[in-house]
């Protein structure tokens, strides 16, 4: 158990529909990146939020967004869902941004299903 | 795009015996990760290793990394049933972001 908590853990959407995925980091991380996982491929990078600010961006369209809250817990916003969103969606929560010894903690990720 | 190319994409073993999976990767790195993920669930970080390490051991686990060949190793010894998973490596560039392969799916045969 990393101690990074996502809600919920399954999801059923409709194309155009907007969802909001939820992360509590672990305790004493500052900082929390987002991964999309399609099926049978790795995690690719969404974005990563530092003390409440965005500190990178992957390949991802506009209507991916996020927010970081004071208490270090995070959100994951997609708007105009299309059927190519479905994915396993993870965060990860680590300290200090990133640098030499980026060590991140997942969750046990979001299953979202879009039909 | 992913960076990281695991080999093989599959491996099939029976309990006991050694499991090696291979990364490649393009460019250079702060560090390289391995992780564990078992049936399409939250990733289980295993062991990193630094650029400037060659070789790392965590129990049952063996970390080799070739900077100049952009390569890693990871070999998992007397292998278990719950070693059943897919592994994953990821590269830190020092972008604020982890870049994984898409994966080794091993199997442990009772």
């Known amino acids: 158990e990393t101690g990074v908590t996502q809600s919920p853990t399954h999801l059923i959407k409709t194309r155009g529909q907007q969802v909001t995925l939820r992360c509590s980091s672990q305790s004493g991380h500052n900082t929390v990146s987002w991964y999309q996982q399609a099926l049978g491929q790795g995690p690719q990078f969404i974005f990563q939020?530092?003390?409440?600010?965005?500190?990178g961006r992957g390949n991802f369209p506009p209507r991916f967004s996020g927010l970081q809250f004071p208490n270090y817990s995070s959100e994951l916003n997609v708007n105009a869902l299309e059927l190519d969103d479905s994915a396993l969606y993870l965060c990860a929560s680590s300290l200090e941004g990133g640098g030499a010894y980026n060590e991140q903690f997942f969750g046990p990720g979001t299953r979202l299903t879009v039909l | 795009s992913q960076q990281g190319e695991e080999d093989p994409q599959a491996l099939s073993i029976q309990e006991g015996e050694n499991a090696t999976m291979n990364c490649s990767y393009k460019?250079?790195?702060?560090?390289l990760q391995w992780y564990r993920q078992n049936s399409g669930r939250g990733l289980v970080h295993l062991i990193l290793i630094r650029s400037n390490e060659r070789e790392k051991h965590s129990g049952r686990l063996r970390v080799t990394l070739d900077t100049s060949k952009k390569s890693s190793s990871l070999l998992i010894t007397a292998s278990r049933a719950a070693d059943t998973a897919s592994y994953f490596c990821?590269?830190?560039?020092?972008?604020?972001?982890?870049?994984f392969g898409q994966g080794t799916r091993l199997t442990i045969n009772p």
């Open positions: 990821a590269t830190d560039a020092g972008a604020q972001k982890l870049v």
């Open positions: 939020y530092y003390r409440e600010e965005e500190n």
């Open positions: 460019t250079s790195i702060n560090n």
